[in-house]
């Protein structure tokens, strides 16, 4: 051990760039934004069960839901249920009325969305799905930072979410390891940028166990099944999770601490990344 989510229209974590050029409703939009409540927009008839319908979209909620806007025009979508990821282009609409999604090349229809601010001053972001009488609702987590690559839940942050159509051989398997261990270090430093002192991990649970302070593994029996089925099959999760665990078992981090658990914890994250795919080319010279 070293120390130290009908699916829902098209939802998900953060970033942004540079703003020039962009509308001032673009440059609102770019963030985070986190599902807080579904409903219907129009009152349902008593004959169709209102209060059942009402409850299974409230556990919906429950489930979580991420979505994120990036100023390249791209954005990307994590669903708590499933682990799900999806990604694709947006564009603004209707005279910055509507949102249009792209996603895999397939273009949906313009979705009218509005925001306004609540009592204490949260950006909040509500999606009509009109053919399916619901109002998707968000509210504002975070700004976005500076490089949308430099964000967790960016498109090319997140391979590892991907399931392969066939096995991986074992480069392969190292790639997508290492695209996790990157994945998670920038939540520690998109952490640290906005100057957060609660990070939450809850779209991204795997076999990395972070301390106060220090990096180490999870049993293998506990790691969650949506991370294992990212994989092909249980082979090449397991195989993904030894090399993981081989490398703690011959690896140190002997690098001072500055206090700051946050930039510790992503600094030994820095040095474990850096090891992995260094093991990688010293196998495939």
């Known amino acids: 051990m070293i120390i130290k989510y009908f699916p829902l229209l098209i939802i998900l974590l953060t970033s942004s760039c540079q703003f020039n050029g962009k509308t001032d409703t673009e440059v609102t939009l770019t963030g985070t934004w986190r599902l807080y409540d579904l409903e219907q927009i129009k009152s349902l008839s008593i004959d169709d069960d209102a209060f059942s319908k009402t409850a299974s979209l409230k556990k919906t909620v429950t489930e979580g839901a991420v979505l994120c806007f990036f100023s390249d025009g791209t954005y990307s979508e994590i669903k708590g249920s499933a682990g799900s990821f999806s990604s694709g282009n947006w564009k603004l609409l209707n005279d910055n009325k509507s949102i249009q999604f792209q996603d895999s090349g397939r273009t949906g229809l313009p979705v009218p969305f509005k925001i306004e601010k609540n009592s204490n001053g949260k950006m909040l972001l509500t999606l009509s799905n009109e053919p399916k009488n619901l109002a998707i609702k968000f509210i504002k987590e975070s700004e976005a930072l500076e490089e949308s690559v430099d964000d967790p839940f960016y498109t090319g942050n997140n391979h590892w979410r991907i399931k392969p159509a066939q096995p991986e051989n074992a480069a392969e398997l190292t790639n997508r390891l290492s695209n996790y261990l990157k994945h998670l270090a920038l939540i520690l430093k998109s952490a ?54 081989e490398y703690l078992k011959t690896s140190s981090y002997r690098g001072a601490g500055i206090g700051n658990w946050i930039e510790d914890d992503y600094n030994i994250l820095l040095s474990i990344y850096a090891g992995i795919n260094q093991s990688k080319s010293t196998k495939n010279p």
Not at 210 to 220: A, C, E, F, L, R
Not at 221 to 233: A, G, L, Q, R, T
């Open 192 to 245: 640290n940028e906005r100057k957060q002192t609660v990070v939450s991990f809850e779209f991204s649970l795997g076999p990395v166990k972070i301390y106060n302070g220090g990096i180490g593994i999870y049993p293998y029996d506990i790691v969650p099944e949506n991370w294992k089925n990212s994989f092909y099959n249980e082979a090449d999760a397991s195989a993904a999770y030894h090399q993981y665990e």
